[in-house]
């Protein structure tokens, strides 16, 4: 529901493709054969895969040094999805933050609630990651635009107070 996210057009140009887990697993184990060793996993949205952790564990397994997700980071608010990602071998995650409060978060997600579920989010991946006690990257993404430019600082100061990095 993102009104600033460009899969809306791509959606309306064509219908979405949402892979089978045996059609992601096959693309994960094709760039790893091209040498690849590292992996990203976006969407849309990711984390309404059921499969997510299944992938994750599988290309580390396969040898994928690095496998990050870029997300709204609302599923991760739940303790036990952020703990059984991490455990999988998620190395890094960027979590869209689009404003330092409430209005201005919603206003371009669409979602009532989702500003408190994102921050959570952020707060419960860096708990997992401190606690796996391996090297994880956590960085926050905001789509510039007219109404949440003039909040890119206070945007920041948050991200860094919830645990990101970058």
Known sequence: ????????AI????????????ELRERIAWARAQGFDEVGLSGGEPTIRKDLAGAVEYA?????????IT???RMFSYPEFADR?????????SITLQGPDAPVHEALTGAPGSFAQTCEGIRQLRRAADASGRPFHLSTVTV????NLPHLGGTLRLAGRLGATL
């Open 144 to 147: 510039l635009v007219p109404g």
């Open 1 to 8: 529901r993102c009104i600033i996210c460009p899969q809306q």
């Open 11 to 22: 959606r309306s140009c064509r219908p979405a493709t949402i892979l089978t887990p045996a």
């Open 60 to 68: 580390r397994s396969i040898g994928f040094r690095t496998v990050q």
């Open 85 to 93: 990602l991490v455990a999988a071998g998620l190395t890094g995650a």
């Open 71 to 73: 997300s709204n980071g």
